[in-house]
């Protein structure tokens, strides 16, 4: 942690323009009056989790959502907090770096200084690390004029991920109180935000009176759900990866002999890969997902890339219009996908990375795994190349899973296909050119780009939210924005207890006896119904046979592109919160309509319809009706 | 070849507003009058290869240099071309895709269009392959409208890279007759320009009316010499590798825990290395043309980054002024570039790999080789891991290269560094954290991308060079932009005989018998006494040691950044077609001051001073006055 934080530094021409973008504020964070309205108490994404959640979280648990409204909205119940009394507020960088962090720092820094210039905001150096040892860093405008609008997380560093073990809570809680914060702000992904809940919990349970609240900032976009839309740092990646994909998918139609394999980062989620094919359009993805929900194997997946191959490989003539002659369409190039969480999917691969996590967690050293497995998994282990075998011997990650970033999976895949495609030319069932492949892994080249306006914009007002929430003296809950792919004026800011996004994940090993794990934030998956996903599978034949290449280009400032959002945030039709609103609306007209004194025709018609309403939705929450998770 | 080429495409946004991007004219290519400047017969760059050069190419040698004048240019002797004939021209992308070349092709078409609409530009698809098979695409309005200022070489599609035996020579000599063309442009770099020359030469001996002419397109920025400053797509290349580069060096920052070896594509030579280092401000990058020079083995090398590693982690503290504390700054992050080229730099790998390539064009199959290496040989490839064997045992390119992209250097050092670091920690020479290497190769996803705006201009005004070349009736010559490094309207457009690039090798294995190459154009080498060099040695510690981090950020087409232009280019004081031109005026003057009439004092002062300068500079030209090759 020892480091040159907050030094300023030389920017390039274009860094020193973006560090002079100012982001703007929707209506409803501007002025120096924060207006808060309560909705109803909140309950759990899974109706049967309410019981463990609610005992794990005695005092942040059922909070009520929070809304910030616009100086002219006119809600009679608001509450209006005009009085600013400096604030001591600390901030932290938890988890891995994603571009837009910076800006959340600056967002908070900001909304402090404008309520009250004494206000102090503090960073705490080296991510949670820092927080433990109470190392500090007070932000001023100097420091942040190089980093504004900057990518990296390397203002104030990060190191560990978790704050979990109890002396890492009570570090912090130490902190907190020796530092006299009213706030402490997590800018993290889906681990963090559940340690922030486990800190505010404990905060409230030790009458610490620091607030913790947690911000979406995830290269992944899987801290995911009604509530939160996307998360900072998304928007960019997928921008810079699928502006790669683009020139990678060009090279391939130039040369026209190279199947390229591109491997992902984005975690356990096919996130990132789903948002990059819908934006560039490669011949193939293997989502994560899919593979999971079809139990595909590791020989379903080589046979269903090899297939593909040979049909672009035996494509048939066609006549052009434009050229007015007859084209060959026989391909031996291609563009395939593969998200880096793609490994862990594969079910046999799955289990065996089990059993070496367990092996290695029991201290069997690295040599004697493979003699220490079941007899299926030592088969499947011996069946893999070298190089994938040093890799899945890795020492797994704090959160469970492999260390997907060190796993070349795009290199088995394109081995396995390799020795496929050579069978079959030598079976003489493929009778094209010789299969030849070349493998790439996109990741730590897209993570410290700098942020897309996007993430500039929301990440900017996310710090500023969080500013409202700690005057609002909330704890436990989330900054969010909804109504994203709207313009910024449209956009709705509130607050959400990190609770309500928890789920309680059961698991039944031995018929009878079931385990139940501790309440988290569990990483979203790519939802197949949805209609991100659709839209991929109604185009995945025509993105296989026919090279529709398109190129978004590189990362744009102004001009055309420059406000593109995320496919995915377009055609998915969120605004949750919006609706909520809505229907807080609805009833309370049904209110005013049906007030005492109305018309007994009006009462029973207004009843008979709210008992079938409601009669109509029990039964849709019921947990029978819908075996799979709402969401 | 049989693709679906010229097939109009769903474009993005951003690459439809780049679709309608106009390239400027400078001034000497406006309007519809050709006018040429011939300056005196050229000679070869080194005076010892005239007579070997002039015999190979009779008809071609010796031609003068081309200048391009605006109209109004006052040079009385300058040919004037009024006339302007519909003319059948055929275009074709030899060698490896590099960004712009779409661009040569519209250039190419206005101009022929311009100046007569009658007349008609053939594509042939599928690079030199297409030639020789003839199959060719007419070049419509309507086909280039999606292919304008776009990367990628996938409107013709390419091939093999190599117009050479006596068979392809004549199937090109056979198509240009047979398609009655009176210009053959040929898309490509160092080979395929000397193709180029060996083609004008062939087409001039048997009578052939096609003239024939090279446009420098590559990536790797090799084809560089006085008349030629760099080449298109060398632009483009570097700015997205910077911005990748940069993006690391954030991340890096960032995590604080990493070293990235990063290996650049760019062939031989590590003109794309030092391009990008200038513009990112890595810690470390290892040209090979410092361990050529210096003659580094692969334990130097490993030892200069150990060394480095060390000294980063070892690094004191010292008082911040901004933080009015101390701070601390020994780091355990970097980033270190490596050309793709440095592994062919190490005088003990690049013995080994001739021996490996002689061996593999004698038939020997690869399992056979390690046996019949020479002791010396042997030992070193024993000693090397089994992924760096089995690439070194690839064919070699037609270059007689190694396949470079395909060795993964910056594997091999990481390895090399890392069991180095573990060896010093265990002696306890080196006390820092462990070291970890992450390893990049970027190649494949810059080379598709979008050209800059530089080179969509360069290379469109090279395209209308062409035409004027083959207005001016010449064969056998490079079309040429010098002045780059100032706005398109003082760019000095002219044209170059290929044969004054050239050089001949020569070898002396035995002593008294010395063998001699055929004359071809050589990639030209990084000049470690050049003024860009320079900048880099001046920069070399703090860069090293400081982390001074630059972000060009993503290539730009609107706003700061958009009209960036190579450091190389700039800092280099190169515009010798401008002094040939100055020199000229010079002698001119001279000539008219002294002519018969003037007085004799004049006369006599002329001729001393002359001879006092024809004296130094035949001294300067004379072989041993400079053991080193002037450029």
Chains 1, 2 share one sequence.
């Not at 090899?306 to 026989?330: G, M």
């Not at 059961?506 to 949805?530: C, E, F, M, Y």
Request: aromatic share 8%; with cysteine; glycine share 6%.
């Amino acid at each position: 942690m020892d480091s040159d934080y907050g030094i300023p530094r030389e920017l390039s021409d274009l860094q020193k323009l973006r560090s002079l973008y100012q982001p703007v504020l929707p209506p409803c964070l501007e002025g120096t009056t924060v207006r808060v309205e309560f909705g109803d108490a909140t309950t759990t994404l899974d109706p049967t989790d309410v019981h463990t959640i609610s005992r794990s979280f005695p005092h942040t648990y059922g909070q009520p959502l929070a809304h910030f409204l616009r100086a002219t909205a006119k809600v009679p119940d608001a509450h209006i907090i005009t009085e600013h009394p400096a604030k001591r507020v600390g901030i932290v960088f938890c988890g891995r770096q994603s571009p837009g962090g910076h800006n959340v720092i600056w967002g908070l820094y900001n909304a402090l200084k404008l309520h009250n210039p004494n206000s102090t905001l503090l960073g705490f150096l080296g991510g949670s690390e820092g927080l433990f040892a109470q190392k500090t860093l007070e932000i001023t405008d100097d420091i942040l004029a190089t980093y504004k609008n900057q990518g990296g997380y390397d203002l104030l560093g990060r190191t560990k991920d978790q704050i979990r073990t109890i002396e890492q809570v009570n570090a912090a809680l130490t902190a907190c109180k020796d530092l006299k914060l009213v706030g402490l702000v997590i800018i993290g992904g889906v681990t963090s935000t559940t340690d922030a809940a486990q800190l505010a919990e404990t905060f409230a349970e030790a009458k610490c009176p620091t607030k913790v609240v947690g911000v979406p900032v995830t290269l992944n976009g899987d801290l995911k759900n009604q509530f939160v839309e996307t998360n900072v740092g998304f928007d960019t990646i997928c921008k810079v990866n699928s502006q790669l994909i683009s020139n990678v998918c060009t090279d391939a139609l130039s040369a026209e002999k190279y199947y390229y394999f591109i491997r992902l980062m984005g975690r356990k989620h096919s996130h990132v890969a789903l948002e990059c094919t819908l934006q560039s359009h490669p011949n193939m993805v293997i989502l994560g997902e899919e593979v999971a929900a079809s139990k595909l194997t590791l020989f379903d997946i080589t046979k269903q890339i090899c297939d593909a191959v040979q049909a672009r490989a035996e494509q048939v003539s066609f006549l052009s219009w434009l050229l007015k002659q007859r084209i060959w369409t026989d391909k031996y190039h291609g563009v395939i996908l593969l998200p880096e969480g793609l490994i862990e999917s594969i079910p046999e691969v799955y289990a065996l990375l089990k059993e070496i996590h367990g092996l290695l967690r029991q201290g069997v050293s690295v040599d004697n795994i493979s003699s220490q497995l079941s007899p299926w998994a030592s088969a499947l282990f011996e069946f893999l190349p070298p190089f994938i075998k040093r890799q899945l011997l890795l020492y797994p990650e704090s959160d469970d899973s492999a260390q997907l970033s060190q796993i070349e999976t795009e290199k088995l895949l394109a081995h396995l296909v390799e020795a496929e495609m050579n069978k079959r030319q030598k079976e003489g069932t493929y009778k094209g050119k010789k299969f030849i492949a070349i493998c790439h892994f996109f990741g730590y080249q897209a993570r410290g780009s700098l942020p897309s306006k996007f993430d500039c914009d929301y990440a900017y007002v996310l710090g500023h939210i969080c500013y409202h929430i700690l005057a609002a003296g909330l704890n436990g809950y989330m900054a969010t924005v909804t109504n994203l792919k709207n313009p910024v004026n449209k956009w709705r800011c509130g607050a959400t207890p990190i609770t309500v996004m928890m789920t309680v994940k059961r698991w039944s090993q031995n018929p009878g006896a079931s385990s139940i794990g501790k309440p988290a934030i569990h990483p979203a998956t790519v939802d197949l119904k949805g209609k991100a996903y659709e839209l991929l599978r109604q185009n995945a034949t025509q993105l296989l046979i026919d090279d529709l290449y398109r190129n978004p280009g590189p990362l744009q400032f102004d001009g055309p592109g420059a406000d593109a959002k995320a496919v995915t945030l377009c055609v998915e039709d969120q605004d949750y919160m919006g609706r909520i609103k809505k229907l807080q609306e609805y009833l309370d007209k049904v209110r005013t309509i049906v007030k005492p004194g109305c018309s007994q025709d009006v009462l029973k018609a207004a009843l008979s319809v709210m008992a079938s309403v409601t009669d109509v939705l029990s039964t849709m929450s019921s947990p029978s009706f819908n075996s799979q998770s709402p969401h």
